[in-house]
């Protein structure tokens, strides 16, 4: 049994556009604790790729999300006060001749008077917080096999985007003209559904949801990090017992990678969201056998990220997370207090002739065999509590 392949039939071509939801066939999302400030963060990312012989302008400002729960009905979907529909003034990303860009909907699970919230919104990359006025909301969700897709709407109206061509920078600043055309709309754009699952905890342990008879969790067995150093020392105080344990209860021995597999997300004791995103000024390249961990019918392993927590000032820290080839994740100005953390694993590596991924061509015998047995898939693990303490 080889492991599970990423959905390829997610492409629609129409209007020159084509659409696809990125991602592995298998996406479970943790859901979080019915208690208040419980929050699990998530996003979709949407590809939009242009095999035509002109540029297209793209917006995302019209992409609505249209999901369809574990009884086969579509969700009731609210719509944001004061989405655009019609015609309108619009920004756009122009995509270029033969180019792809991506775009995404992010959003939370979350709990509002006992009932389960799904909410999306348009990605901002600064991660403040969620504009509701702006978001999609699903209500009354809960576990189980979803399916999601997103519509997009051809706009009418007043499109403007910076046109690369027209883009001249300068050594004292860049000149940038905005292109604006007039267009009409001339119907909508449709990918295919994609797969979601909700998962909730296993009943013998909160900290761990299972996948298909593999079970993910979030492992921290000494919840309370108190940094020993109080003087302004640069020396960081180790924490080797955070990490991720993964255990195999099929019949079928995998391996799982952790080549840029891992995300952390930190909830702050204010509710507070703080998604991971690694930073790097080095890259290890090559795949080593180090990677990937062997886990056979019946046993765990457990993979523990590189964990510092630094006194910064007064009372104020940094927990940082190495992911182990060149790149570490920070979360900065931390007070003590309680804190919810938990890991995004996501490997999506599979057999394929095409190495354009990989430094070294062809693929060594060793890596050939690891990935004909390399779980694939997303999964986040239960948010875990900890304290964070000074001496």
């Known amino acids: 049994m080889t492991s599970q392949e990423s959905n390829k039939s997610n492409k629609v071509k129409q209007d020159g556009l084509q659409l696809e939801i990125t991602g592995p066939e298998i996406v479970a999302l943790s859901i979080p604790e019915n208690k208040p400030s419980a929050t699990a963060p998530l996003s979709f990312t949407i590809s939009v790729t242009n ?15 249209e999901i369809i729960g574990p009884d086969g009905q579509a969700l009731h979907r609210k719509e944001p006060i004061n989405r655009q529909v019609g015609s309108g003034e619009y920004r756009a990303t122009l995509v270029m001749v033969g180019e792809q860009t991506v775009t995404s909907l992010e959003g939370r699970l979350s709990w509002e008077n006992n009932v389960l919230q799904l909410i999306l919104h348009h990605a901002t990359y600064f991660y403040p917080p969620i504009d509701l006025d702006k978001s ?14 997103f519509i997009y709407e051809n706009p009418t109206g ?17 000149i940038i003209e905005e292109t604006r055309i007039e267009v009409t709309g001339t119907g909508e754009l449709t990918t295919p559904f994609a797969n979601f699952r909700l998962l909730t905890p296993v009943e013998d342990d909160k900290n761990v949801v299972e996948v298909d008879g593999i079970r993910f969790e979030t492992f921290i067995p000494k919840p309370l990090l108190t940094v020993i150093n109080r ?37 702050t004791p204010d509710g507070e969201v703080l998604q991971g995103g690694y930073n790097s000024d080095w890259t290890r390249w090559r795949l080593e056998k180090s990677d990937f961990l062997l886990v056979t019918p019946g046993k765990s392993a457990t993979f523990f990220p590189g964990t510092s927590l630094y006194w910064r000032k007064l009372d104020q820290f940094l927990l940082n997370f190495s992911n182990e080839y060149g790149g570490c994740c920070s979360f900065d100005s931390l007070k003590p207090g309680i804190y919810q953390l938990r890991f995004r694993y996501e490997s999506t590596i599979r057999p394929t002739e095409n190495t354009d991924d990989f430094i070294e061509e062809p693929l060594e015998d060793w890596l050939i065999e690891i990935m004909k047995k390399v779980w694939t898939g997303r999964v986040d693990t239960p948010f875990v509590e900890f304290h964070l303490t000074p001496p």
């Open 158 to 174: 007043t499109i403007s985007y910076i046109d690369p061509l027209t883009f001249i920078p300068t050594r004292q600043e860049a």
């Open 51 to 65: 095999p035509t012989q002109t540029p297209i302008p793209f917006t995302d400002d019209v992409l609505i999300p």
């Open 136 to 149: 999609w909301f699903f209500d009354t969700v809960g576990p189980g096999e979803y399916q999601i897709r």
């Open 231 to 267: 003087n302004k020392s640069p020396k960081a105080e180790n924490y080797s017992q955070i990490g991720i344990r993964i255990t195999n209860n099929t019949l079928t021995p995998f391996y799982f990678s952790f080549y840029g597999t891992f995300t952390p997300d930190l909830v």
